[in-house]
């Protein structure tokens, strides 16, 4: 008996299968919510780098976040994010891919069983055409020589009649 969660992931399969999302649409907001992070993440960095160079301005609430390690840190976020999110899209592009080359393997598969199957046909219809063919030329050869016997028979019994005369 399958678990809650086989019965759930199925349950989630049916539903997508029943209401499909638009794909472009949830690429396009995974790709703009990667720039949003790579952004932020690089104003952050900005921030501490013009914070620690420089001028002193007014000490933010929050000093962790002028560490340049922290920014660095959150730079790196955004740019794993934007790996997942490019890896995800190739991903389901690959997966994409896969399903039209399951789908063409198995219409050639069927082309080919069919295929198969006709010549297995016209094989079969031609063997029986020769058999047929040599047949009717024995046929033919047994009543030429039926003919020729009578033909002959006839001639020999015409002469038979002539010379009794």
């Known amino acids: 008996m399958p678990n ?8 989630i399969k049916d539903a997508e ?7 472009e ?7 703009m919510a990667d720039r949003i992070s790579a952004l932020e993440a690089e104003k ?9 160079s420089g001028t002193p301005t007014a000490q933010p609430t929050e000093p962790s976040t002028n560490d340049p ?29 896969l399903m039209q080359l399951r789908a063409k393997h198995k219409a050639d598969t069927k082309s080919i069983r069919d295929l198969t199957a ?12 020769e058999y047929e063919l040599r047949e009717k030329r024995k046929l033919i050869e047994v009543r030429v020589t039926q003919m020729l016997q009578f033909t002959i028979f006839v001639a020999h019994s015409n002469i038979s009649k002539y010379k009794m005369r």
Do not use: F, I
């Not at 299968?17 to 794909?23: A, F, G, K, Q, R």
């Not at 952050?44 to 620690?52: K, Q, S, T, Y």
């Not at 922290?70 to 899209?89: I, M, N, P, Y």
């Open 25 to 31: 649409l949830v690429q396009a907001c995974s790709q």
């Open 118 to 129: 006709d010549r297995n046909s016209l094989t079969t219809r031609l063997k029986d055409r």
């Open 17 to 23: 299968l029943s209401n499909p999302v638009n794909m």
């Open 69 to 97: 390690g922290v920014a660095q840190l959150k730079q790196d976020l955004a740019e794993a994010l934007r790996s997942k999110g490019v890896t995800e899209k190739r991903l389901r592009a690959g997966e994409e891919e």
């Open 4 to 11: 809650w969660r086989d019965q759930y992931l199925s349950s």
């Open 44 to 52: 952050n960095g900005l921030e501490a780098l013009v914070a620690n």
